[in-house]
């Protein structure tokens, strides 16, 4: 069975740094190309990181140079470190990929910024 697991949000002042990890189970993610996106209440999904199994990522604008992507393959692990945080980065943040079937994602983990 296919999971993925987000942890690593908290609440943390602006400025502040936080490390998300997403364990993968069912599945080797070194096969897939992996994603972060977040979402808050009543606002679309933004896609902000992803890593392709040639190892190329891709940021979003609104995170590109404070945020970075990556994974571990022999733990089956994927990474988000978030750096210089800002209110605006608050949000439910999750860890997907999409197989021939359907795009899974995890249960997420609320990352807050506020002072």
């Known amino acids: 069975e296919v999971q993925l697991a987000e942890s690593g949000g908290a609440l943390v002042q602006p400025g502040g740094s936080l490390r998300l990890t997403c364990a993968a189970s069912?599945?080797?993610?070194?096969?897939?190309?992996m994603k972060w996106l977040r979402q808050t209440p009543g606002e679309v999904v933004e896609y902000i990181a992803a890593?392709?199994?040639?190892?190329?990522?891709w940021y979003s604008e609104s995170v590109k140079g404070r945020f970075t992507i990556s994974r571990n393959n022999a733990e089956n692990t994927l990474y988000l470190e978030l750096n210089n945080l800002k209110s605006e980065d608050t949000a439910m943040y999750y860890c997907?990929?999409?197989?021939?079937?359907?795009?899974?994602r995890g249960q997420g983990t609320q990352v807050t910024v506020s002072s």
């Open positions: 997907s990929f999409r197989d021939a079937d359907r795009e899974h």
């Open positions: 069912g599945f080797r993610l070194s096969e897939y190309t």
């Open positions: 890593i392709t199994r040639a190892d190329g990522v």
